[in-house]
């Protein structure tokens, strides 16, 4: 069963990856690499140290966050092991297909081995952080809409799914609120995650099934944190905003680099073409991301589509030296666990060769 659904894990990525980039390829040959080329070619090095320099401080401040989050629920932990985790974390979800769904646990597990804490507890805090920056996010992505379709040239078609992406968005936030922040209270009540399984008919799995008891446990503490520490909530909710504004400000300053300058509208309209692009099931949004920026430049008149490109493949190269950061601290946290088991192991093979000599 193991190796089945290592097999299905391999190929999925391995399918996704080449979809990705078969577009992305698609994209830089229709486009021409040369335009690409000579447009990247205005940045200057100090720019890029800029951003890397606003990425490590949208990393510390999410560090922050995740910290002040373990400290109120009394597993107060090392900044430098918690900074490590979430740059282990933040790798896996940029370099898979997968969104949260093996970075975030990656993270909960690399801290819980990094500091003894279990993997229970470590697993609530980072649905706790996660719940609270994704909420602050939505909010930023659904204004970030509203100024998109503030534009008077947004097409029919674009009208309608804009707005049944609104809808989606708005009921996933109502729910999550109701469900999990200022719940009714009743004992039957489901919570967030329980009442998606349901919705969506999760539980016929038995994998998920299994996990459901685990789950409601895990709902319980976050509707409990949620409830107990308030001020921790608003301090965590500013924090986000904080690290979404510098991301923001990122974007800005690489147009502005590019020799364009954009207006608060179109900027936040970017953005939320931008993440909503993440949503796609391709490692680092491979192609997406290249497509919705297409179109949002075009859209906003921004340049070209070789500015488009210029300023994917910048914010790529960004992110890509945050990702190297994080597989660094990955590789030396998988050494350091061969060398506890090559420890443990040798220790049992002393005692076994003692033991067995005291016999004779």
Same mark, same amino acid.
């Given at each position: 069963?193991?190796?089945?659904?290592?097999?299905?894990?391999?190929?999925?990525?391995?399918?996704?990856?080449?979809?990705?980039?078969?577009?992305?390829?698609?994209?830089?040959?229709?486009?021409?690499?040369?335009?690409?080329?000579?447009?990247?070619?205005?940045?200057?090095?100090?720019?890029?140290?800029?951003?890397?320099?606003?990425?490590?401080?949208?990393?510390?401040?999410?560090?922050?966050?995740?910290?002040?989050?373990?400290?109120?629920?009394?597993?107060?932990?090392?900044?430098?092991?918690?900074?490590? %985790?979430?740059? +282990? #974390?933040?790798? /896996?979800?940029? $370099?898979?297909?997968?969104? *949260?769904?093996?970075?975030?646990?990656? !993270?909960?597990?690399?801290?819980?081995?990094?500091?003894?804490?279990?993997?229970?507890?470590?697993?609530?805090?980072?649905?706790?952080?996660?719940?609270?920056?994704?909420?602050?996010?939505?909010?930023?992505?659904?204004?970030?809409?509203?100024?998109?379709?503030?534009?008077?040239?947004?097409?029919?078609?674009?009208? %309608?799914?804009? +707005? #049944?992406?609104? /809808?989606?968005? $708005?009921?996933?936030?109502? *729910?999550?609120?109701?469900?999990?922040? !200022?719940?009714?209270?009743?004992?039957?009540?489901?919570?967030?995650?329980?009442?998606?399984?349901?919705?969506?008919?999760?539980?016929?799995?038995?994998?998920?099934?299994?996990?459901?008891?685990?789950?409601?446990?895990?709902?319980?503490?976050?509707?409990?944190?949620?409830?107990?520490?308030?001020?921790?909530?608003?301090?965590?909710?500013?924090?986000?905003?904080?690290?979404?504004?510098?991301?923001?400000?990122?974007?800005?300053?690489?147009?502005?680099?590019?020799?364009?300058?954009?207006?608060?509208?179109?900027?936040?309209?970017?953005?939320?073409?931008?993440?909503?692009?993440?949503?796609?099931?391709?490692?680092?949004?491979?192609?997406?991301?290249?497509?919705?920026?297409?179109?949002?430049?075009?859209?906003?008149?921004?340049?070209?589509?070789?500015?488009?490109?210029?300023?994917?493949?910048?914010?790529?190269?960004?992110?890509?030296?945050?990702?190297?950061?994080?597989?660094?601290?990955?590789?030396?946290?998988?050494?350091?666990?061969?060398?506890?088991?090559?420890?443990?192991?040798?220790?049992?093979?002393?005692?076994?060769?003692?033991?067995?000599?005291?016999?004779?």
């Amino acid at each position: 069963m193991k190796i089945s659904s290592q097999f299905n894990k391999s190929l999925f990525f391995t399918v996704t990856l080449i979809v990705g980039g078969f577009l992305f390829i698609t994209i830089i040959e229709k486009v021409g690499v040369e335009n690409i080329i000579k447009t990247v070619l205005t940045f200057q090095l100090w720019h890029f140290f800029v951003l890397v320099a606003l990425g490590m401080i949208s990393a510390l401040i999410s560090t922050t966050r995740w910290k002040l989050i373990l400290d109120a629920t009394g597993n107060t932990t090392p900044f430098g092991k918690v900074f490590t %985790a979430r740059m +282990i #974390g933040n790798a /896996i979800n940029y $370099l898979t297909p997968s969104g *949260l769904l093996l970075g975030e646990p990656f !993270k909960a597990m690399v801290l819980s081995g990094k500091t003894g804490l279990s993997l229970g507890s470590t697993m609530s805090s980072v649905i706790i952080e996660g719940s609270i920056f994704l909420s602050t996010m939505l909010l930023f992505i659904i204004v970030g809409i509203l100024a998109f379709l503030s534009y008077s040239d947004v097409s029919r078609k674009i009208f %309608a799914i804009t +707005i #049944g992406t609104l /809808i989606i968005l $708005l009921g996933v936030f109502y *729910l999550f609120f109701t469900k999990m922040v !200022k719940p009714s209270g009743t004992a039957a009540e489901k919570g967030f995650f329980t009442y998606l399984i349901d919705l969506l008919r999760l539980h016929k799995i038995s994998f998920i099934d299994s996990l459901k008891n685990k789950i409601i446990r895990r709902e319980n503490e976050i509707k409990n944190f949620f409830q107990l520490h308030k001020k921790t909530v608003f301090t965590a909710i500013f924090l986000s905003a904080l690290e979404i504004m510098i991301t923001l400000a990122a974007s800005w300053l690489t147009l502005y680099f590019l020799g364009l300058i954009v207006e608060l509208k179109a900027l936040l309209g970017l953005f939320s073409l931008m993440n909503i692009s993440y949503l796609v099931p391709l490692p680092g949004s491979l192609g997406g991301f290249e497509l919705s920026q297409i179109f949002a430049f075009g859209f906003f008149s921004l340049g070209g589509q070789a500015t488009a490109l210029a300023f994917t493949l910048i914010t790529r190269l960004t992110s890509l030296v945050l990702v190297a950061i994080g597989i660094g601290y990955l590789i030396q946290f998988e050494l350091i666990v061969i060398l506890n088991k090559t420890a443990d192991f040798s220790i049992k093979l002393k005692q076994k060769i003692r033991g067995f000599l005291q016999s004779l």
